[in-house]
T-cell receptor, first 114, second 110 residues
């Protein structure tokens, strides 16, 4: 089944403790992206990647890192999480970078930083 | 800056058509109009997209105004399962940033 998977689905952590949220897709998609969703603010793009070793900032990249060493994986790294990074995170992928491509979203990771 | 404007919420009766409007007055010639929806406790899912012509698929229809400054997502026969937040998004070619607006929360009445 074609899908985007994220792990973990739920995570509670403490301020400053480094964490990684994994994202993997099995559709051989070139484009991958991370979003966060907050009440009243909607979905905001954090980082995106147009291909292996190519990443770029979205609208809210501060406090996050990403890497794209292989096509299928696009982990989101929080080096020193803070409470304002408590949010619902979604990973997405699409076949290519063209603006006509549909995005496939993962199920979400709910992160709480205490 | 979402570049699209949608009503905050709408209501419709089950088994009736629903027309969800979106204004995008600053659209440029290369912008595609995408619609996604987000069911409760799920990630967004693709609904439909178009450039200039009206589009149909198994989920919905997309009607695009001739000047492309607005569009309407049409659900032909709403079911309770269609209750979701619907996002109208412009995707612009060279810059793959994607900006979601607040969307329209659609309530379906049984």
């Amino acid at each position: 089944e074609a899908q985007v998977t994220q792990n973990p689905r739920y995570l509670i952590t403490v301020t400053g403790k480094k964490l990684t949220v994994t994202c993997s897709q099995n559709m051989n998609h070139e484009y991958m992206s991370w979003y966060r969703q907050d009440p009243g603010l909607g979905l905001r793009q954090i980082y995106y990647s147009m291909n292996v070793e190519v990443t770029d900032k979205g609208d809210v990249p501060e406090g996050y890192k990403v890497s794209r060493k292989e096509k299928r994986n696009f982990p989101l790294i929080l080096e020193s999480p803070s409470p304002n990074q408590t949010s619902l995170y979604f990973c997405a992928s699409s076949l290519g970078t063209g603006s006509y491509n549909e995005q496939f979203f993962g199920p979400g990771t709910r992160l709480t930083v205490l | 800056d979402a570049k699209t404007t949608q009503p905050n919420s709408m209501e419709s009766n089950e088994e009736e058509p629903v027309h969800l409007p979106c204004n995008h007055s600053t659209i440029s010639g290369t912008d595609y109009i995408h619609w996604y929806r987000q069911l409760p406790s799920q990630g967004p899912e693709y609904v439909i997209h178009g450039l200039t012509s009206n589009v149909n698929n198994r989920m919905a229809s997309l009607a695009i105004a001739e000047d492309r400054k607005s569009s309407t997502l049409i659900l032909h026969r709403a079911t309770l399962r269609d209750a979701a937040v619907y996002y109208c998004i412009l995707r612009f070619g060279l810059d793959d940033k994607i900006i979601f607006g607040k969307g329209t929360r659609l309530h379906i009445l049984p």
